[in-house]
């Protein structure tokens, strides 16, 4: 391949990993790794484990992120704040991104062959990487009916850690996976609603169903409290059902509540300049420090 060709190749994969936000990973990756890792306090480390969920997360989110950039291009091409997107702004093509989405989607499925491999054999990934597959695709298409639509988004993160586990351990054990997992589909069903009070007014004229574009910027806000007021209760109760959990972990989320207050501090109805901050960086630290924070607790036990 020439220079020119090595170029263009480079400015074209920058511009799949901005149109997928690539490094928002940080949001639901952190939670399957914490999931993994209260697993392998039962199970035997295996690194195939590890890489598998690593290639399932990474090509997911970016199946998922492109099939949204892609079924919201003219959505976006009429709303202001999303009109620079790749697609709506023409930097990308829409035959780039369908084959980007369709690379994704069969690296997903293809990566989950992993856990089929290992010895002893789980199959169980495999089984069901279709429907959810299916499931977290369809997060794009249920604004256009339902202002349900943050907590479908709540969902697809929820799998994270649910699949996580089963990934290394099989469909056993569930409790302590699906109270992190409740924890996840409140904080980002939370901070979704939250950042969608950004385009309430657009979403009203435009047709499209959100909880702000219903109910109003002020409910919307108390909405979004009261998910995350419910998500610290889950990780609490995720404490006392984890026998590898302790002092360190619950003291531990004393800062993961004052975040939480924090992100909800920073954002009034009045005054919606600061939702970035609170989306992007806020709920960043939140899941890195519950990540290291569950890594710390296993490490003192």
Same mark, same amino acid.
């Given at each position: 391949?020439?220079?020119?060709?090595?170029? *263009?190749?480079?400015?074209?994969?920058?511009?799949?990993?901005?149109?997928?936000?690539?490094?928002?990973?940080?949001?639901?990756?952190?939670?399957?790794?914490?999931?993994?890792?209260?697993?392998?306090?039962?199970?035997?480390?295996?690194?195939?484990?590890?890489?598998?969920?690593?290639?399932?997360?990474?090509?997911?989110?970016?199946?998922?992120?492109?099939?949204?950039?892609?079924?919201?291009?003219?959505?976006?091409?009429?709303?202001?704040?999303?009109?620079?997107?790749?697609?709506?702004?023409?930097?990308?093509?829409?035959?780039?991104?369908?084959?980007?989405?369709?690379?994704?989607?069969?690296?997903?499925?293809?990566?989950?062959?992993?856990?089929?491999?290992?010895?002893?054999?789980?199959?169980?990934?495999?089984?069901?990487?279709?429907? *959810?597959?299916?499931?977290?695709?369809?997060?794009?298409?249920?604004?256009?009916?339902?202002?349900?639509?943050?907590?479908?988004?709540?969902?697809?993160?929820?799998?994270?850690?649910?699949?996580?586990?089963?990934?290394?351990?099989?469909?056993?054990?569930?409790?302590?996976?699906?109270?992190?997992?409740?924890?996840?589909?409140?904080?980002?069903?939370?901070?979704?609603?939250?950042?969608?009070?950004?385009?309430?007014?657009?979403?009203?004229?435009?047709?499209?169903?959100?909880?702000?574009?219903?109910?109003?910027?002020?409910?919307?806000?108390?909405?979004?409290?009261?998910?995350?007021?419910?998500?610290?209760?889950?990780?609490?109760?995720?404490?006392?059902?984890?026998?590898?959990?302790?002092?360190?972990?619950?003291?531990?989320?004393?800062?993961?509540?004052?975040?939480?207050?924090?992100?909800?501090?920073?954002?009034?109805?009045?005054?919606?300049?600061?939702?970035?901050?609170?989306?992007?960086?806020?709920?960043?630290?939140?899941?890195?420090?519950?990540?290291?924070?569950?890594? *710390?607790?296993?490490?003192?036990?």
């Amino acid at each position: 391949m020439s220079l020119f060709g090595s170029l *263009v190749m480079l400015r074209r994969t920058r511009l799949l990993l901005e149109l997928v936000r690539f490094s928002h990973t940080v949001f639901a990756l952190p939670f399957a790794l914490l999931s993994a890792a209260l697993a392998w306090r039962d199970e035997p480390f295996r690194w195939e484990d590890l890489v598998g969920i690593l290639l399932c997360m990474v090509f997911a989110r970016t199946a998922a992120m492109a099939f949204n950039r892609l079924t919201d291009r003219h959505i976006d091409a009429l709303n202001p704040r999303t009109a620079g997107r790749h697609l709506p702004a023409g930097t990308l093509s829409v035959t780039t991104v369908v084959a980007f989405t369709l690379f994704a989607a069969a690296g997903f499925v293809a990566s989950t062959w992993l856990f089929d491999l290992r010895t002893p054999p789980n199959p169980w990934p495999l089984y069901l990487s279709g429907p *959810v597959l299916l499931y977290v695709l369809g997060y794009s298409l249920t604004k256009r009916f339902t202002s349900l639509a943050h907590f479908w988004l709540g969902g697809a993160l929820m799998l994270a850690p649910v699949a996580a586990w089963i990934a290394v351990k099989g469909p056993t054990e569930m409790l302590p996976p699906v109270l992190l997992g409740g924890a996840v589909f409140f904080w980002v069903s939370g901070f979704d609603i939250l950042y969608a009070c950004q385009d309430a007014e657009f979403d009203a004229k435009a047709g499209l169903h959100s909880v702000p574009a219903r109910f109003g910027v002020p409910t919307s806000l108390r909405l979004a409290a009261a998910c995350h007021a419910v998500m610290f209760v889950l990780l609490v109760g995720l404490g006392f059902a984890s026998p590898h959990l302790g002092s360190v972990y619950f003291a531990g989320l004393c800062p993961i509540g004052a975040l939480l207050v924090y992100e909800h501090r920073i954002v009034r109805p009045d005054d919606l300049s600061r939702v970035n901050r609170a989306f992007f960086q806020v709920n960043g630290v939140i899941s890195l420090g519950l990540l290291v924070l569950v890594l *710390v607790q296993l490490a003192v036990k």
